[in-house]
């Protein structure tokens, strides 16, 4: 099993449509969780932190659900420039490596 | 734009070449990483390096030789590499060890002929 698992997609989302992806980890001790955002031949970035409360950052919310290890991300009124594959790290406090999905790469059409 | 710079972006060499690929941070971050992306696989930790040491080599090929001379400048020096070690190179920095966020260069991308 893929210690951090994203389904690849891509997912082909109108302008203006919500869009959520999930991502599941195996790792029970993890601790910390971050989603990063990969344009295309570009280098990922930080998106946002997910914390166990819950988190908003204008139309992007990330959520955690530690209890069935999946972390989830919301993008709302989808935009052109949201096309990007979406990177979900899980932070192992253990030995403070970041542990990296493969992306979930989204497509946003007019 | 970008803090952290990486040499050459384009690569190709043959399987007896020597080749070293470069990355230079201006963040004065306290450490760096090399990552190998291949496509559709999740970005693979080679070397981890914190104040110009060593304190990650997660198993990977001797071919592969990292050198920090200094806390702003990583290498990875190649030699002999094979066909399937073609993809993209990633550099990162980040304040410290253990930091989330880590600053990305835009990669090399190597192909082996």
């Known amino acids: 099993r893929k210690e951090v698992e994203q389904d690849p997609g891509p997912f082909n989302v109108p302008e203006g449509a919500t869009v959520a992806f999930n991502c599941t980890y195996s790792?029970?001790?993890?601790?910390?969780f971050f989603w990063y955002r990969q344009d295309c031949r570009k280098e990922p970035k930080l998106l946002m932190s997910?914390?166990?409360?819950?988190n908003e950052d204008g139309r992007f919310t990330a959520q955690l659900n530690r209890a069935s290890q999946y972390i989830s991300l919301l993008i709302r009124d989808s935009k052109l420039s949201d096309s990007a594959t979406y990177l979900c790290?899980?932070?192992?406090?253990?030995?403070?490596?970041?542990?990296w999905g493969a992306g979930t790469k989204l497509i946003i059409k007019p | 734009e970008t803090g952290v710079t990486q040499t050459p972006r384009h690569l190709v060499m043959g399987m007896t070449n020597k080749k070293s690929l470069k990355c230079e941070q201006h963040?004065?971050?306290?450490?760096m990483y090399w990552y190998k992306q291949s496509a559709k696989k999740p970005l693979e930790l080679m070397f981890v390096?914190?104040?110009?040491?060593?304190?990650e080599n997660n198993s990977v090929p001797s071919r592969f030789s990292p050198e920090c001379p200094n806390s702003s400048h990583l290498f990875l020096h190649l030699h002999t590499l094979q066909p399937e070690d073609s993809a993209l190179y990633l550099c990162?920095?980040?304040?410290?060890?253990?930091?989330?966020?880590?600053?990305f260069g835009p990669g090399t991308r190597l192909t082996v002929t």
């Open positions: 790290v899980v932070l192992i406090d253990s030995n403070y490596q970041l542990i």
């Open positions: 790792n029970s001790a993890s601790q910390s």
């Open positions: 390096y914190s104040l110009e040491e060593r304190v």
């Open positions: 963040l004065g971050h306290n450490a």
């Open positions: 990162a920095s980040s304040q410290a060890t253990g930091a989330y966020e880590q600053y």
């Open positions: 997910v914390y166990s409360s819950g």
